[in-house]
């Protein structure tokens, strides 16, 4: 069974950082386009970021370009959200994602507060 299992987040003041990982198991990680979203309180869950198979093409999105960079390492089937700069409105529950040919995976999702 697939399992994408995310960790890294906490309080972190304004300005601060975080990484956050993501490993992946049960699943060819490197076939896939692999994503972190968002999510607060009454709010439909929205793309942060993505990035291609090998690691080379990324989008963001407007509200955290250039201050968050996603990478991904295949040899350990892991995605990674460095987040830099943080503002409280960044605070959510953060997933890692991927789409496969007949399913959606998700993570169980981790807390980013940013607070002071």
């Known amino acids: 069974q697939v399992q994408l299992v995310e960790s890294g987040g906490g309080l972190v003041q304004p300005g601060g950082s975080l990484r956050l990982s993501c490993a992946a198991s049960?699943?060819?990680?490197?076939?896939?386009?692999m994503s972190w979203y968002r999510q607060t309180p009454g709010k439909e869950r929205e793309l942060v970021a993505a990035i291609g198979t090998a690691g080379y093409s990324t989008n963001y999105a407007d509200s955290v370009k250039g201050r968050f960079t996603i990478s991904r390492d295949n040899a350990k089937n892991t995605l990674y959200l460095q987040m830099n700069s943080l503002k409280p409105e960044d605070t959510a529950v953060y997933y890692c994602?991927?789409?496969?040919?007949?399913?959606?995976?998700w993570g169980q999702g981790t807390q980013v507060t940013v607070s002071s």
């Open positions: 994602a991927t789409r496969t040919a007949t399913y959606d995976y």
């Open positions: 049960e699943i060819t990680f490197s076939r896939y386009v």
